[in-house]
Nanobody, 123 residues
Framework: QVQLVESGGGLVQAGGSLRLSCAASALSDTAYSMGWFRQAPGREREFVTAISRSSSSTYYSDSVKGRFTISRDNAKNTVYLQMNGLKSEDTAVYYC????????????????WGQGTQVTVSS
């Protein structure tokens, strides 16, 4: 019903910035809240941030709050993740996801996932 495609990942020096995009193609009229998760090698997928479908509410993990900003443009069916002050521990594959369940903070709350985009932060 929904296809998600992430873009904007790459290699950046510590302290730098990246802007990720997630383009959504919906095959139904259902509206979704959206989230970003990340997964580093050998670690579980972890919550980064989420946004309600009308942008009225946002949620952030403690590790990124104050550095990352989530936003969306519903006219373009696109969600963004602005990442500033990047650290080496931010290195991971970043995934865009469409929410289906009631929980924002766990992968089990999301039904659709993109393929991921690699973010690498050098020291």
């Amino acid at each position: 019903q929904v296809q998600l495609v992430e873009s904007g990942g790459g290699l950046v020096q510590a302290g730098g910035s990246l802007r990720l995009s997630c383009a959504a193609s919906a095959l139904s009229d259902t509206a979704y809240s959206m989230g970003w998760f990340r997964q580093a090698p050998g670690r579980e997928r972890e919550f980064v941030t989420a946004i309600s479908r009308s942008s009225s509410s946002t949620y952030y993990s403690d590790s990124v709050k104050g550095r990352f900003t989530i936003s969306r443009d519903n006219a373009k069916n696109t969600v963004y993740l602005q990442m500033n002050g990047l650290k080496s521990e931010d290195t991971a594959v970043y995934y865009c996801a469409a929410k289906a369940g009631r929980t924002y903070y766990t992968p089990e709350g999301y039904n659709y996932w993109g393929q991921g985009t690699q973010v690498t932060v050098s020291s």
